[in-house]
T-cell receptor, first 116, second 116 residues
Framework: AQKITQTQPGMFVQEKEAVTLDCTYD???????LFWYKQPSSGEMIFLIY??????QNATEGRYSLNFQKARKSANLVISASQLGDSAMYFC?????????????FGAGTQVVVTP | EAQVTQNPRYLITVTGKKLTVTCSQN?????MSWYRQDPGLGLRQIYY???????DKGDVPEGYKVSRKEKRNFPLILESPSPNQTSLYFC???????????????FGPGTRLTVL
């Protein structure tokens, strides 16, 4: 079974600084995908970034990058130049080939508050 | 507009009164899922479907039923709701994942359910 762990329940970050959100995962599958989602206070789930287990390069999407360390089974999200609008809950998630990609496992989330 | 819709958005009901939360997507996605979100637990998958008439249990299926008679619809049924099913529910859909599971999930706006 897959498992996702986010060890940081919450954190404060100053505007314009970079922040790293930790995510570790556990799976015996060789083929899997890792995702990060953002949930602002309005409640909607917003897809941020994806990393496949066979991708050799770290994924990047604008100010978001995923620091993928396969041997350590970690997939940390880095947000560069934080903005006030980045204040939200962030979830790491994964899916694996074992369940025909049907199961998506989420971590407990990290609440980020960006201060001026 | 490509979207996942859920109805109702808010529901207050009483223990034991059967209810259905509807979910519909207009993107011709094969995969659909239901999640519940509770504080400190992240999102937990209830059921998922990989195609019409193909459904499977997620991590927390007890007390829920689903059906997938049409590709676009994936209703969640609570036949005898109990207070511990009070939660925020999300429906999501995605295309069939590729070799590395890389298709993002598109989430509905959520349904906040309170069972008294």
């Amino acid at each position: 079974a897959q498992k996702i762990t986010q060890t940081q329940p919450g954190m404060f970050v100053q505007e314009k600084e970079a922040v790293t959100l930790d995510c570790t995962y556990d799976t015996s599958d060789q083929s899997y995908g890792l995702f990060w989602y953002k949930q602002p206070s309005s409640g909607e789930m917003i897809f941020l970034i994806y990393q496949g287990s066979y991708d050799e390069q770290n994924a990047t999407e604008g100010r978001y990058s995923l620091n993928f360390q396969k041997a350590r089974k970690s997939a940390n999200l880095v947000i560069s130049a934080s903005q006030l609008g980045d204040s939200a809950m962030y979830f790491c998630a994964m899916r694996a080939v074992t369940d025909s990609w049907g199961k998506l496992q989420f971590g407990a989330g990290t609440q980020v508050v960006v201060t001026p | 507009e490509a979207q996942v819709t859920q109805n109702p958005r808010y529901l207050i009901t009483v223990t034991g009164k059967k209810l259905t939360v509807t979910c519909s997507q207009n993107m011709n996605h094969e995969y659909m899922s239901w999640y519940r979100q509770d504080p400190g637990l992240g999102l937990r998958q209830i059921y998922y479907s990989m195609n019409v008439e193909v459904t499977d249990k997620g991590d927390v299926p007890e007390g829920y039923k689903v059906s997938r008679k049409e590709k676009r619809n994936f209703p969640l049924i609570l036949e005898s709701p109990s207070p511990n099913q009070t939660s925020l529910y999300f429906c999501a859909s995605s295309p069939r994942p590729g070799l590395a599971g890389g298709s993002e999930q598109f989430f509905g706006p959520g349904t906040r359910l309170t069972v008294l």
